[in-house]
C-alpha cells in the first residue's frame, strides 16, 4: 500500500487492500445496475455521493441523470483512472478524491442519495 493510501485509510484498517478487487468489465453495466434499483429516477437531479467508486464505473453511468456526482475511494491508481475515464467521457458533474467512507471529507447534508456497489 501506498503511504498515501496508509495516511488516508490509517487506523480504519487494510480490508479492501487484502482482497483483490473485481474488475469492472465482470460486473454489471452501469446502466443494467441502475435499473435494478429503480432506474435514473433514483439519481435524476441529485447530487450523488458513491461510496467506494473504484474506477469510476457506476458514478460515470449515473453523471448523465444526476446533478453532480462525487467517487470516493482509498485507492490512489483507481481514483487516477477514474478521472482518466471520466475526461476521456468528457462528464463535467464527476468529481473522484481518495478518501475512505470512515472519515468522509464532505460536510453533513451535501448529498441526497449515497450509493455503495461492490464495495467491501
Given at each position: 500500500?501506498?503511504?498515501?493510501?496508509?495516511?488516508?485509510?490509517?487506523?480504519?484498517?487494510?480490508?479492501?487492500?487484502?482482497?483483490?478487487?473485481?474488475?469492472?468489465?465482470?460486473?454489471?453495466?452501469?446502466?443494467?445496475?441502475?435499473?435494478?434499483?429503480?432506474?435514473?429516477?433514483?439519481?435524476?437531479?441529485?447530487?450523488?455521493?458513491?461510496?467506494?467508486?473504484?474506477?469510476?464505473?457506476?458514478?460515470?453511468?449515473?453523471?448523465?441523470?444526476?446533478?453532480?456526482?462525487?467517487?470516493?475511494?482509498?485507492?490512489?491508481?483507481?481514483?487516477?483512472?477514474?478521472?482518466?475515464?471520466?475526461?476521456?467521457?468528457?462528464a463535467r458533474n464527476v468529481r473522484f478524491?481518495v478518501g475512505a467512507a470512515q472519515t468522509?471529507?464532505?460536510?453533513?447534508?451535501?448529498?441526497?442519495?449515497?450509493?455503495?456497489?461492490?464495495?467491501?
Amino acid at each position: 500500500m501506498s503511504n498515501t493510501a496508509n495516511s488516508i485509510v490509517g487506523h480504519v484498517g487494510r480490508v479492501g487492500w487484502q482482497v483483490p478487487a473485481v474488475s469492472s468489465a465482470l460486473r454489471p453495466s452501469a446502466a443494467a445496475e441502475l435499473a435494478h434499483w429503480g432506474g435514473p429516477r433514483l439519481v435524476r437531479g441529485k447530487r450523488v455521493l458513491d461510496l467506494g467508486c473504484g474506477d469510476g464505473r457506476l458514478a460515470l453511468g449515473m453523471a448523465a441523470y444526476a446533478k453532480s456526482v462525487a467517487g470516493l475511494d482509498p485507492d490512489p491508481p483507481l481514483i487516477a483512472s477514474a478521472r482518466r475515464r471520466a475526461r476521456a467521457s468528457g462528464a463535467r458533474n464527476v468529481r473522484f478524491q481518495v478518501g475512505a467512507a470512515q472519515t468522509l471529507p464532505y460536510p453533513s447534508g451535501a448529498f441526497d442519495v449515497v450509493i455503495l456497489s461492490w464495495t467491501l
